[in-house]
């Protein structure tokens, strides 16, 4: 009789119902993936019987498939809130027990663990002191909040023009104390080895045509001798060409400063940029005025963490009061054979299964891996108006199959009134 094809038909129009229910009932949830009720016919089974006169007895539920599309990428501002563009899954430790999330929606809790809403702690790849990520497997990750302890300046670089109209000083010998000793002079800030600020000024004295002596001086304004590779002297000679280019050595030579409290302060000075730098700019004499074009020193004092970003290879960073960056860690992302085979767990969260296969962890960007978008979170990918069209189609699905077992009644009761 069609009364069990028509309760098959009306169970699976009810967990078809169901399934667009909860899609409808997502279409805000960040991360949430679209479910798909699929369904197969069902026959009884025939023992010599002819596959021609075989009638089936309804439908059945084989599977609600989450169908793991891209969902458009939201823009938050907030630089813990993190989109996946393209494949993977953040990897989740809750209760030791692994689970994997499209949701990017982080915060740093009072231990410095990134978590989620729910508390689960995102995996990855820790950094040292130094800032150097680890190739180990990923664990938990802990954002050192400790300050950056201060490096001592090890290089000062300083590019300027010279002005070749300039007289050489009416006054010798040199004194910080007297303008009319010199003719031009620029200060550095440096830092010794307990962080604190020290200045050492360069003082240029024109001494003929294209000659120019370079003196150095601490904070007092006492001359500090340069250390060279003939012999220590209180001053450098530096020589330019016809043309205004420095056509003697630009690295000074070493001067050192003796901070009160802290190790001696030995600073090589060079009037090139630094070595890997990108800068075009070099040292000249041209007749303009006095100018600095660059002046850099290596060193820095302590500085407290004041924020984080993001990359797209999940490298965290570091930002802290004193200008620097360091890395804290990186998320790691995991991919599977069958996504379609994880296991949801509400919260946003999956589980692997002997379906999905076993979970490939690596960097994002890399491989099938997608890359991070930090301030930004990937929504629902619930179309709002096809899952409306969805359940309408559902509902006279449900009408039809309700029809049949109307009929089917029919046609008992006809039997059952025949004499």
Same mark, same amino acid.
């Given at each position: 009789?069609?009364?069990?094809?028509?309760?098959?038909?009306?169970?699976?129009?009810?967990?078809?119902?169901?399934?667009?229910?909860?899609? =409808?009932?997502?279409?805000?949830? =960040?991360?949430? #993936?679209?479910?798909?009720?699929?369904?197969a016919d069902m026959y009884a089974s025939m023992v010599g019987g002819s596959g021609s006169n075989q009638i089936g007895i309804g439908t059945q539920?084989?599977?609600?498939? $989450?169908?793991?599309?891209?969902?458009?990428?939201?823009?938050?501002?907030? &630089?813990?809130?993190?989109? =996946?563009n393209g494949g993977g899954f953040f990897r989740e430790l809750s209760n030791g027990a692994i689970s994997y999330s499209r949701d990017g929606q982080f915060e740093v809790n009072s231990q410095?663990? =990134?978590?989620?809403?729910?508390?689960?702690?995102?995996?990855?790849?820790?950094?040292?002191?130094?800032?150097?990520?680890?190739?180990?497997?990923?664990?938990?990750?802990?954002?050192?909040?400790?300050?950056?302890?201060? #490096?001592?300046?090890?290089?000062?670089?300083?590019?300027?023009?010279?002005?070749?109209?300039?007289?050489?000083?009416?006054?010798?010998?040199?004194?910080?104390?007297?303008?009319?000793?010199?003719? $031009?002079?620029?200060s550095v800030t440096a830092y010794d080895s307990l962080g604190?600020?020290?200045?050492?000024?360069?003082?240029?004295? #024109?001494?003929?045509?294209?000659s120019w002596n370079v003196y150095a001086t601490d904070a007092s304004g006492t001359p500090t001798a340069f250390s060279t590779s003939v012999?220590?002297?209180?001053?450098?000679?530096?020589?330019?060409?016809?043309?205004?280019?420095?056509? $003697?050595?630009p690295l000074l030579g070493n001067v050192t400063l003796t901070p009160l409290g802290a190790a001696p302060l030995t600073m090589a000075i060079s009037l090139a940029p630094p070595a890997g730098s990108t800068s075009s700019a070099v040292?000249?004499?041209?007749?303009? &005025?006095?100018?600095? $074009?660059?002046?850099?020193?290596?060193?820095?004092t302590t500085g407290q963490l004041a924020g984080y970003s993001i990359a797209k290879d999940g490298t965290i960073s570091g930002r802290y009061t004193n200008g620097q960056t360091r890395a804290l860690g990186q998320v790691c992302l995991a991919n599977f054979v069958d996504p379609q085979g994880l296991v949801a767990q509400g919260g946003n969260m999956f589980a692997e299964s002997a379906d999905s296969g076993a979970p490939v962890v690596g960097v994002p960007g890399s491989g099938t891996f997608g890359s991070l978008q930090s301030g930004a979170l990937e929504q629902s990918t619930v179309d709002l108006t096809k899952e409306l069209v969805n359940m309408i189609e559902a509902q006279r699905v449900y009408q039809a199959n309700a029809e049949t077992v109307k009929t089917q009644d029919q046609v008992q009761q006809t039997l059952m009134n025949l004499r």
């Open positions: 009789m069609g009364m069990e094809q028509a309760l098959s038909g009306l169970t699976g129009a009810s967990q078809n119902l169901d399934v667009i229910g909860n899609n =409808i009932a997502n279409a805000s949830t =960040i991360g949430f #993936k679209l479910s798909r009720a699929q369904f539920v084989t599977m609600v498939a $989450s169908q793991f599309t891209q969902g458009n990428i939201l823009t938050t501002g907030n &630089p813990l809130d993190v989109a =996946i410095g663990y =990134i978590t989620n809403s729910l508390g689960a702690q995102v995996t990855g790849y820790p950094a040292d002191a130094a800032g150097l990520v680890s190739n180990a497997p990923p664990v938990p990750l802990q954002l050192s909040q400790a300050p950056v302890q201060p #490096k001592a300046t090890t290089g000062v670089n300083v590019v300027l023009n010279l002005d070749s109209t300039s007289s050489v000083p009416p006054t010798s010998p040199f004194s910080a104390a007297n303008s009319n000793t010199y003719n $031009s002079s620029t604190n600020a020290q200045t050492l000024s360069l003082y240029f004295v #024109k001494t003929a045509a294209n012999a220590p002297a209180t001053s450098v000679p530096i020589t330019f060409s016809t043309s205004g280019t420095l056509s $003697s050595n040292t000249t004499q041209f007749g303009v &005025p006095f100018a600095v $074009s660059s002046n850099v020193q290596d060193g820095f």
